[in-house]
């Protein structure tokens, strides 16, 4: 039980990663603040929280407004009155396209969800984090990792959320709140299963064989799944890591060594 009686906000609930980390911190004894835009979706993900045996409080909020965010804020300190860990999933895919050609516009808005949203949460939840000596996860990616084209958009917005973590982690530290992150690599999830599958029927072979060659890159030859990922980021968020903060601790079954 990493988090027994710990209140963790998860920003930023999807079908993968996010619903992972609520799910898994509700089975090491945490209630869960989950947000995310869609009220729906997140209703579900509460049921599967309190199915685990612990509180949920579902907020819809749009991370990348001010208002909106200080409303969850309030909510959770309302509900819980206390926070013991935030974890910063929310993200937006980039476009995909070299840096000579990317309309600038688009990585500003790929911005506000991907670094700033994090930046202004952390900045919220500062006071009450502060007061349970808490902790901050972001979730970061393997493409900080790597150079490939058409990578550059990503790749320039996980460097900047890693820049948001490091300093974070030397400005809130003195106060008693850790602040580190994650980088996963490719997440064995439906999306990935999508993608894997179109990618197999535009060359006409076997999604498995997509699966493999990915695969093959990788020291364990596998692709991590979501609760994998999950585990290390509660990990960082509990206890056991007291020691640990400023740090990016890569899960990609050893595609790269960092």
């Known amino acids: 039980m990493l988090l027994a009686d710990k209140v963790v906000v998860v920003a930023g609930i999807g079908p993968g990663l996010g619903q992972a980390v609520a799910i898994r911190a509700a089975q090491n004894g945490a209630d869960v603040v989950l947000a995310a835009r869609t009220e729906s979706y997140l ?16 907020v819809p909020t ?9 409303a969850l804020v309030r909510a959770a300190l309302d509900e819980f009155g206390r926070v013991d860990a935030l974890v910063n999933n929310a993200f937006v895919m980039p476009p995909m396209r070299s840096l000579d050609k ?6 500003r808005s790929s911005f506000d969800v991907n670094v700033l949203a994090a930046l202004r949460l952390t900045r ?14 972001m979730v ?3 493409v900080l990792r790597h150079s490939r084209r058409p990578f550059g958009p990503y ?39 999508m993608w894997f599958d179109y990618q197999a029927s535009e060359r006409g072979v076997p999604a498995q ?12 030859r596998r692709l991590p799944l979501p609760d994998e990922v999950a585990d290390a980021v509660l990990f960082l968020a509990s206890s056991l890591a007291a020691g640990i903060t400023g740090q990016c601790l890569d899960v990609n079954c050893g595609e790269f060594h960092h």
């Open 209 to 220: 064989q997509i699966y493999d060659e990915i695969a093959a890159t990788t020291d364990l």
């Open 140 to 142: 970061n990616s393997a």
């Open 43 to 58: 209703n579900e993900v509460a049921g599967k929280v309190t199915a685990a045996g612990r509180r949920a409080l579902a």
């Open 102 to 107: 990317v309309d600038l516009d688009d990585l």
């Open 155 to 193: 790749k320039l917005a996980k460097a900047g959320l890693l820049a948001v973590a490091q300093n974070l982690a030397s400005e809130l530290g003195p106060k008693g709140v850790r602040v580190n992150s994650v980088a996963p690599g490719w997440i064995w999830a439906d999306s990935l299963r």
């Open 124 to 137: 919220l939840l500062t006071p009450a984090l502060v007061a349970s000596a808490g902790s901050v996860v």
């Open 62 to 70: 749009d991370l990348t407004d001010d208002d909106s965010s200080a």
